[in-house]
């Protein structure tokens, strides 16, 4: 678990974020408040010019930000754009200087993240496995959850820089992969959830209940959970703007379902929640916000944008 660290101690630090989604953002922002300056790279260079209005660096290629800092905090979709990010033309891994340190904080298979510690330690450098949950408001406010494991000279490369954009940080293990798998265990139980709580909020709309005394019952009663007070909010303001979309979920689950396939381990309800997101997917719904998970149930008149 996290331990304070003083501002003090940072000040001046220079750390690297890559992607400013919802989390990426978040997170620089929450590092910059710890006193470190932040450089930062996105794709969508407009997204990196508005962090460096608040304060922070733009960097207009990955090279710049190897050469600028020694830790790295690498927040984007997949294992592909992580690939990309260290390998790709112009990547990070030529340019990062021995010693320096590649914290990873996407939803990806736990074996390959095993494999990218090695891969990373050829050349000198230091990995955390560190998948990130929590949503865009507690990255912004630094207090999301981080599911962590490496050496215990990775810890030491960014020693404090955890605890500035995490209000939890769990140390899992001394090698690379115990992070992962429990963030696809966590993403089992958010996929399941969702799932669960659209069918239980489309069979109040078929019955004829009203939508809005269903969710105010509901979230005070035995059968409410976080993912149903969160996104079947969503629902009732209409509002399918993507702060996780659909398409996480097809990506996340099927990775849920990879993992235990390999192990031959049923997961019946993560199995058919899977399911659930690629049939909204397929109907033309995967940008949407992953409550949009609700439109696949026939024959109910969802409330509209308010």
């Given amino acids: ?111 390959w993240s095993v ?63 115990a992070g992962s798998k429990v963030k696809i265990i966590n993403q089992l139980l958010a996929g399941v959830h969702i799932a669960a709580a659209a069918e239980a909020m489309a069979l109040g709309l078929r019955e004829g209940v009203d939508a809005d ?6 979230t005070h009663s035995a059968g409410n959970s976080w993912m149903f007070e969160n996104r079947m909010a969503h629902v009732l303001a209409g509002d399918y703007a993507p702060l996780s979309a659909v398409d996480i979920f097809v990506k996340d689950l099927g990775l849920v379902l990879d993992t235990a396939r390999h192990s031959k381990f049923p997961l019946p309800l993560a199995s058919t929640a899977h399911q659930m997101f690629m049939q909204a997917s397929t109907a033309g719904h995967g940008r949407e916000d992953d409550s949009a998970v609700i439109k696949i149930f026939p024959g109910i008149r969802l409330p509209e944008a308010k």
């Fill in 1 to 111: 678990m996290n331990s304070t660290t003083s501002s003090s101690t940072l000040t001046g630090r220079r750390v690297g974020v890559v992607g400013l989604g919802a989390m990426g953002s978040g997170i620089a922002r929450s590092l910059r408040r710890a006193g470190l300056t932040v450089h930062v790279y996105d794709v969508r260079a407009e997204a990196a010019a508005a962090f460096a209005a608040e304060g922070g660096v733009a960097c207009a290629t990955l090279a710049e930000m190897a050469r600028a800092c020694d830790v790295i905090v690498s927040v984007v979709v997949n294992a592909q754009q992580t690939e990309a990010v260290l390998f790709g033309d112009g990547g990070l891994a030529g340019e990062l200087q021995p010693g320096s340190v590649f914290v990873m904080c996407s939803t990806v298979d736990p074996n």
């Fill in 213 to 218: 005394a269903l969710y105010e019952v509901i």
């Fill in 115 to 177: 494999a990218l510690e090695a891969r990373l330690q050829a050349l000198g450098l230091h990995y955390l496995d560190a998948p990130i949950s929590g949503g865009a408001a507690k990255a912004a406010a630094g207090q999301m959850t981080m599911m962590t494991a490496g050496s215990a000279a990775a810890y030491a490369a960014c020693e404090g820089v955890l605890e500035a954009m995490a209000g939890k940080v769990y140390r899992l293990g001394d090698r690379a992969g």
